[in-house]
């Protein structure tokens, strides 16, 4: 089955600098990578997802990149700001099965 | 995106009681609803598909017979903790498959934090 790994596990970043999250999968068959942001105590949101055969998708300060020979993706978030400080889970999965999430980073943003 | 309700959203009880979970899809159908239980600063841990109209499939190592799921409505799915104990004390968040587009993006609920004594 799918194997999601994430790092770091931790990241803390000075507001204004970027954030790199990098998640690597095991399931070549794996077609579809959400990204969700996770407050404490609140449910995980979506923030952004790409498809594979997709190599880069952009959302404003938000971005993902998928290597799909590597077999890794990654979320970049740009000019941090503090309410992005949250819990932040990667998920892999092959098209219509269960998605297998990552471990998780816990990204702080520092005034 | 979305809008995925589930209530309550806090309960405690007594060991040995059953707490009903209520997981709705309010502005779509969904066809299929996932449970989660996420421990403090860990992940979310897939406990079972739910699909309307048939049995649900459980993950490995998690009791059916526990932990019944219930998926009768195209818009309700429901988790019953049954004879709970402190071990089962979590939080619970559950998801909902929006069908539209490729139909593989799922939002999730609020999460029911339970409290076992």
């Known amino acids: 089955g799918e194997n999601v790994e994430q790092h770091p596990s931790t990241l803390s970043v000075q507001e204004g600098d970027s954030a790199v999250i990098k998640c690597t999968y095991s399931d070549s068959a794996s077609n579809y990578f959400p990204w969700y942001k996770q407050e404490l105590g609140k449910r995980p949101q979506l923030i952004i997802d790409?498809?594979?055969?997709?190599g880069e998708k952009k959302d404003q300060r938000i971005a993902v990149t998928l290597n799909k020979t590597a077999k890794h993706f990654s979320l970049h978030i740009t000019e941090t700001q503090p309410e992005d400080s949250a819990v932040y889970f990667c998920?892999?999965?092959?098209?219509?099965?269960?998605?297998?999430f990552g471990p998780g980073t816990r990204l702080s943003v520092l005034p | 995106g979305a809008v995925v309700s589930q209530h309550p959203s806090r309960v405690i009880c007594k060991s040995g009681t059953s707490v009903k979970i209520e997981c709705r899809s309010l502005?779509?159908?969904?066809?299929?609803m996932f449970w989660y239980r996420q421990f403090p600063k860990q992940s979310l841990m897939l406990m079972a598909t739910s699909n309307e109209g048939s049995k649900a499939t459980y993950e490995q190592g998690v009791e059916k017979d526990k932990f019944l799921i219930n998926h009768a409505s195209l818009t309700l799915s429901t988790l019953t903790v049954t004879s709970a104990h402190p071990e089962d004390s979590s939080f619970y968040i559950c998801?909902?498959?929006?069908?539209?587009?490729?139909?593989?993006?799922?939002?999730f609920g609020p999460g029911t934090r339970l409290t076992v004594l």
């Open positions: 502005d779509f159908q969904a066809t299929t």
């Open positions: 998801s909902a498959r929006d069908p539209s587009g490729t139909g593989d993006t799922q939002y």
């Open positions: 998920a892999a999965t092959p098209y219509g099965q269960n998605f297998v």
């Open positions: 790409i498809r594979s055969n997709v």
